[in-house]
């Protein structure tokens, strides 16, 4: 704004057009369900904060324009989380609250327990999943490479169980390997 009126000052864009308020993140929730959504331990709120223009709704603003990196914020419940997945892209885990399990390998070999303000960088292609332990709702930020989202791949047993309860899991990649009849 200009200091002696109340016009806006045309040269410079409206900073607000920028900003997403935290009390206003509903605005921002994904329609897009990863496939182990189907299974309610995996269940979990997402927003797709920065980039991932094709999650949103309604029209474009300028934090869909993000091109190197997006941002997506989880809402978690104890007890629940993210499937042992992949994705050829690095991604960042930023625990925002509560107490994580993040585990890397095809079989979760490994594990690490994250609390708010930890950080964690995990390689393209290394399968990883987190899970929040303890009794406080679970919010993560996650930050990947690229405009939207890369594509995930599942480790075989997740598919099997999808499959064995009726899910439609032809389309989905899994290291190594195609499902496609």
Do not use: C
């Not at 625990?95 to 930890?118: A, C, H, L």
């Amino acid at each position: 704004m200009d200091e002696k009126s109340s016009t806006p000052d045309t040269n410079n864009p409206d900073i607000e057009a920028h900003v997403l308020r935290f009390e206003n993140l509903d605005q921002r929730e994904s329609p897009y369900r990863p496939i182990d959504m189907m299974l309610e331990r995996f269940e979990r709120k997402r927003y797709a904060v920065l980039g991932r223009p094709a999650e949103q709704k309604g029209e474009a603003t300028p934090l869909d324009n993000v091109d190197a990196f997006n941002i997506t914020y989880l809402k978690v419940e104890p007890g629940k989380g993210l499937a042992t997945h992949g994705h050829p892209t690095p991604e960042a885990f930023f625990v925002m609250r509560g107490t994580w399990r993040i585990t890397m390998g095809p079989n979760s070999e490994q594990e690490t327990i994250m609390k708010p303000f930890d950080i964690i960088s995990v390689p393209p292609n290394e399968m990883h999943g987190a899970e929040v332990i303890g009794e406080e709702t679970g919010w993560m930020m996650t930050i990947n490479a690229g405009h939207g989202g890369a594509k995930l791949f599942w480790p075989p047993d997740l598919v099997n169980e999808l499959r064995d309860m009726g899910a439609n899991v032809s389309d989905v990649e899994m290291p190594g390997e195609s499902l496609k009849a």
